[in-house]
Nanobody, 117 residues
């Protein structure tokens, strides 16, 4: 399993970013893909997930501002982030929700999002 997150950047509050999660090593269509984030000194938290058929779920703090999507032909998931706030800053990770290694999730290297003036 390989996961490559990209698209992170530094933006001002109110700005937008689109993150990508390019995957390989598993049957992408069969798995719900989740996005998580981790700020310095805080635990990794759930952001959003999307099933293979496109059903979505969002964390309360991002509901209405973020949109998760996927392209099964490209084995890639996306996270469109709008009206960004400083508290959205952190490293963003994607993971196939139903896959485990040694009891834990698979993670990529993450992509850094910084929201500040």
């Amino acid at each position: 399993v390989q996961l490559v997150e990209s698209g992170g950047d530094s933006v001002q509050p109110g700005g937008s970013l689109r993150l990508s999660c390019t995957t390989s090593g598993f049957k992408f269509d069969d798995y719900t893909i989740g996005w998580f984030r981790q700020a310095p000194g805080k635990e990794r938290e759930f952001v959003a997930e999307i099933t293979g058929r496109g059903s979505t779920k969002y964390g309360d703090s991002v509901q209405g501002r973020f949109i998760i999507s996927r392209d099964n032909a490209k084995n890639t998931a996306y996270l469109e982030m709008n009206n960004l706030k400083p508290e959205d800053s952190g490293v963003y990770y994607c993971t196939p929700m139903g896959l485990r290694i040694d009891g834990g999730r698979f993670w990529g290297q993450g992509t850094q999002v910084t929201v500040s003036t």
